[in-house]
């Protein structure tokens, strides 16, 4: 069976400080991996994804994710918060082309 | 290329009502994939609908249902509404196919439907 959890639902930190929000995946078939970022009254936008190649997927705006096979996580970090980045940060994982599972979801509050 | 549009925006309906929401997928694409998602219970998957044919349900009661349409576009109706199924709905659409970044999805802004 396919599972993601986020064990943090919420995690406050000051502007310009570093953040981590954790996710762990359990499955037993091959798995693609995916940030969604949810901005308050809107839907799901990708954040960054990974699904082969370099474990360590970066993208523009700061953030990064590392995929961990060994540990089953896809931790996603960005070294330096801003406030517009206060939303929901939800992990998914996508087994083998099969339909997405999602995590309970993390919500970001930066403050300044 | 636009995006995934849903409608309506929001919508009021009262306990025992039934309820359709729309969605349209991005051109091109041929899943679509349906979501509650609520405070308590978060982003819960309803059912994927893949050349009008469901391909994926989630555990919900039979008062979800869904259809797709020739053109991708799918509809989710809700009969005998409950106060539980106030939620913001959410409708995702990918291409689907043997490659992985074509089943990347791309989700809408939802329908918030608040049942009185």
Not at chain 1, 8 to 37: G, H, I, K, M, T
Not at chain 1, 45 to 56: A, F, I, P
Not at chain 2, 44 to 57: A, D, G, H, I, M
Request: proline fraction near 6%; aromatic fraction near 14%.
């Amino acid at each position: 069976a396919q599972s993601v959890t986020q064990l943090d639902s919420q995690v406050p930190v000051f502007e310009e400080a570093p953040v981590e929000l954790r996710c762990n995946y359990s499955s037993s078939v091959s798995v693609y991996l995916f940030w969604y970022v949810q901005y308050p009254n809107q839907g799901l936008q990708l954040l960054l994804k990974y699904l082969s190649g370099s474990t360590l997927v970066k993208v523009i705006n700061g953030f990064e994710a590392e995929f961990n096979k060994s540990q089953t996580s896809f931790h996603l970090r960005k070294p330096s918060v801003h406030i517009s980045d206060t939303a929901e940060y939800f992990c998914a994982v996508n087994p083998n082309f099969n339909k997405f599972y999602f995590g309970s979801g993390t919500k970001l509050n930066v403050k300044p | 290329k636009a995006g995934v549009t849903q409608t309506p925006r929001y919508l009021i309906k009262t306990r025992g009502q039934q309820v359709t929401l729309s969605c349209s997928p991005i051109s091109g694409h041929r899943s679509v994939s349906w979501y509650q998602q609520t405070p308590g219970q978060g982003l819960q998957f309803l059912f994927e609908y893949f050349s009008e044919t469901q391909r994926n349900k989630g555990n919900f009661p039979g008062r979800f249902s869904g259809r797709q349409f020739s053109n991708s576009r799918s509809e989710m109706n809700v009969s005998t509404l409950e106060l539980g199924d106030s939620a913001l709905y959410l409708c995702a659409s990918s291409f689907r196919g043997p490659v992985p970044r074509y089943n990347e999805q791309f989700f809408g802004p939802g329908t918030r439907l608040t049942v009185l």
